[in-house]
């Protein structure tokens, strides 16, 4: 849902909200929201915690950067330049607040092959391209469809990327020179391991022991040591072994800025060139996409600060990373993606918003300048060997793990050999390849087995039903007798047509001859009941339908209530036992207060998906919210909200109205509320939403795309609005706004229409009265789910 009252974080540009003007709304204009009044000035500020996050990231980046840049064989400065860019550039363009772009060790490989094969100025050149390729990727709007490719072709790629990566750097810390490519690194290695070179084996093997050792440093001097990364603090004690020691080894030379190579019109062939700019658009984007996700992940896992990150912008982020890649090539820097380590560095460190990735780029841009002597110092071994570990931790177990644990490991194991041997692109599409194989494999290989125990015949089925095992299935259910009970195990996640209407006509005939049938899941769990336990005419939704066959007799209250909780207790209570269970082990954890009306038509668990335990429902006539202070006679509204902000520490709160409200309907009929009855008192909270309807000053909620269908309609959807804001009055709530740990939503169902509309997004004081209609969320799978 969206958030109707979003804590606004400091990235976060003015609210495209409108509010009403101050005079009354003649003409449709609107003064537009997030400008500040007359007289003020807004002050750019940056939190303490992004200053020092934006340190500590600037501080792995920079050693890694020039690591990266010496494994591709470019120049050392484009590692800096792409780092900077990567931190000015996309850090303030793009859709991930959090993460940090900059030269990553998933575009070494390709880059180095671009390098030797075109050359640098013309690698800077398919840069640019490669940006503008994905600045019309974010165009059209298929950042999310990235998403898609499969988790082990993802990291089967960034598997090969880290052994190739790693063979690599292997020969400059043994103290020679890679090869040209990971076969022929291999090959050179005995060679290379014949004529050590103790001065560089002796800097890496220091430089790869600090990077491990230094985060299991313990105690208190673990905890002051691990202030600085490890990979700084490996670098700087290799160099300071170098300096002291007289060492006498290759170092970091970074020339002057004067003479630093710019891009070239590319040349050579258009196929290659082609390919070239696809492999860098394909991996940045997929990597910064992958990674931004990832970053979603951590900042909403995280305790502290209590400052709530806006979700990625894929599209945003996408048009970010293109624009700093056209950027950095211009410049004469490496190709710029999202990096993992240093977003998740970042975020561990406590930023709250984009500008600690734009200070890390300043910083970077600053050392790039003032520190060269500083850096000269650093012998290549070093950063060699912190690339190695890189692309060693590239290869993850715990990827691996959860890529054998889906059955997926040939696609990663293929896709990794694939990029080793022949490279990243070629490796990425026979990965693809390997994918749809395996997946048609799996979709065509249904077991069907069947046995008879203890009289009852049991049918399996194990994977996908579809119109290929038809011929199987009719044949092993030929073989049910006729009059025998069966039980058919279902043990898979899509049926299509043709076997859905197999099943059914057989079990409609197997019933018809005296039979039994039962189907289950494979763990036991009954699907469906028989045919014959279920009115012909009636389905299993139609109880809460109120729904009654004309043959059958009429029910009494007493009677309909407890065949309906006899059907709970035979149908349903078996599905959700354990749930239950678990719930009353560790108490009720719901994520939301959803307080909405007593209307018998509207099921809130079924119009939000829900189940038990998700929401904590409050239900009253007119969905009211009684301001704080209000003299009603009854504090269970107030009651509930406590309860759930403060104790069950909800993460939002839902008001909900519907069509056809008569609460609404009874409050225009009788605006002056009168005294006498409780509906009459009670009612008088609704008050306030329809002196905001009647107000002059005010713009009329509506339905995105139309107005109101009537009055009654338009009292609905204010009604809403109006809640919204006694919440916000009730001191528990505004609190808990002001730490940015709790969202408002606002909601409106219309029951003829079986449509959702959700409010359009507001800040903390001012809504934008438009309620947008909730788009069905599409089907992964066409066909019968079991």
């Not at 940006?131 to 598997?159: D, K, T, W, Y």
């Not at 658009?281 to 806006?310: F, G, N, Q, Y």
């Not at 092993?476 to 058919?488: E, N, S, Y």
């Not at 008192?681 to 306030?688: I, N």
Request: charged share 15%; aromatic share 4%; proline share 6%.
């Amino acid at each position: 849902m969206s958030a109707c009252v979003p804590t606004r974080t400091p990235e976060e540009g003015p609210s495209r909200s409108g509010r009403p003007s101050s005079t009354p709304p003649t003409s449709g204009q609107q003064r537009p929201h997030g400008h500040p009044p007359p007289g003020t000035s807004r002050r750019f500020h940056i939190a303490g915690a992004d200053l020092s996050a934006s340190i500590s990231v600037f501080l792995i980046a920079l050693p890694l950067s020039l690591g990266i840049a010496l494994a591709t064989g470019a120049p050392l400065q484009a590692g800096l330049v792409a780092a900077a860019v990567g931190g000015i550039v996309a850090g303030r363009l793009g859709g991930s607040p959090l993460q940090v772009s900059g030269p990553a060790a998933g575009l070494t490989v390709v880059t180095a092959e671009l390098i030797q094969h075109y050359g640098w100025r013309t690698t800077c050149a398919i840069t640019v391209l490669a940006g503008l390729c994905q600045l019309g990727l974010a165009a059209l709007r298929v950042a999310r469809s990235a998403l898609a490719v499969s988790p082990a072709i993802v990291h089967g790629m960034l598997a090969g990327i880290g052994v190739t990566i790693a063979l690599a750097q292997l020969h400059i810390v043994l103290g020679g020179t890679p090869q040209s490519s990971a076969v022929d690194n291999v090959r050179a290695l005995p060679a290379q391991l014949a004529e050590l070179q103790q001065a560089a084996l002796s800097t890496s093997v220091l430089t790869v022991a600090v990077l491990l050792l230094w985060p299991r440093i313990p105690g208190r001097t673990g905890h002051l040591a691990r202030k600085i990364p490890a990979a700084l603090a490996a670098v700087a004690f290799a160099t300071a072994l170098t300096v002291f020691a007289g060492l006498s080894l290759p170092r970091v030379d970074l020339p002057s800025w004067r003479s630093h190579a710019l891009p070239e019109l590319p040349h050579g062939p258009t196929l290659g060139l082609l390919a070239a700019v696809l492999t860098i658009t394909l991996v940045a984007s997929v990597e910064s996409l992958l990674s931004a996700v990832a970053v979603d992940k951590l900042a909403a896992a995280r305790k502290t600060p209590h400052v709530r990150i806006p979700r990625a912008r894929l599209d945003r982020e996408l048009a970010g990373q293109g624009a700093a890649n056209v950027v950095s090539g211009a410049l004469g820097g490496l190709p710029i993606t999202g990096v993992a380590v240093r977003s998740a560095a970042n975020v561990s460190a406590g930023a709250v918003s984009r500008h600690s990735t734009l200070l890390h780029g300043l910083w970077i841009a600053v050392a790039a300048l003032l520190l060269v002597p500083v850096l000269d110092l650093i012998p290549l071994a070093a950063l060699a060997a912190l690339v190695m570990v890189i692309g060693v931790q590239m290869v993850n177990i715990t990827h691996l793990r959860n890529v054998k644990r889906n059955r997926e490991i040939v696609v990663y194991a293929v896709t990794l050999g694939a990029v080793v041997l022949t490279g990243v692109l070629e490796g990425v599409v026979i990965g693809i390849a390997v994918a749809v194989i395996v997946a048609l494999h799996r979709l065509t290989r249904t077991r069907i087995t069947a046995e008879v125990h203890e009289g009852v015949h049991r049918v399996r089925v194990r994977g996908q039903l579809t119109f290929l095992a038809v011929p199987r299935l009719s044949r092993i259910l030929g073989q049910v007798p006729h009059d025998a009970r069966c039980v058919v195990e279902l043990d898979g996640s899509f049926m299509d047509h043709a076997a859905h209407e197999t099943l059914h006509d057989w079990q409609s005939a197997h019933l018809a001859q005296g039979g039994s049938v039962e189907f289950t899941g494979r763990a036991g769990a009954r699907i469906s009941e028989p045919a014959s336990e279920t009115h012909g005419c009636c389905r299993p939704w139609t109880p809460w339908r109120n729904h009654h066959c004309d043959d059958r007799p009429p029910q009494s209250d007493t009677h309909q209530l407890a065949s309906g909780l006899s059907s709970f207790q035979r149908n349903t209570a078996p599905l959700v036992r354990d749930e239950l269970a678990r719930l009353a082990r560790e108490g009720q954890q719901p994520s939301q207060l959803f307080l909405t009306c007593a209307d018998s038509r509207l099921v809130t668990s079924m119009i939000t998906a829900s189940g038990p335990g998700d929401l904590f429902t409050v239900r009253n006539v007119g969905n009211l919210v009684p301001p704080p202070g209000e003299e009603s006679g009854d504090d269970s509204v107030a009651a509930a909200i406590e309860y759930a902000v403060d104790v069950l520490e909800v993460d939002s709160i839902t008001v909900c109205g519907h069509s056809g409200c008569g609460a609404m309907h009874a409050l225009l009929s009788s605006p002056a509320g009168g005294a006498g009855t409780p509906l009459r008192r009670w009612l008088r909270h609704g008050q306030p939403s329809l002196e905001r309807m009647r107000s002059r000053h005010r713009s009329w909620a509506r339905i995105s795309g139309r107005l109101p269908n009537d009055a009654v309609e338009q009292l609905c959807l204010t009604n809403v609005i109006q809640q919204l804001e006694h919440l916000r009055k009730h001191e528990s709530v505004a609190r808990r706004l002001a730490e940015g740990t709790l969202r408002l939503h606002g909601m409106y169902f219309h029951v003829g229409e079986a449509q959702a509309y959700l409010l359009a997004s507001s800040d903390e004081h001012e809504v934008d009265e438009v309620f947008h209609r909730v788009a069905p969320a599409p089907s992964a799978l066409h066909g019968t789910r079991v």
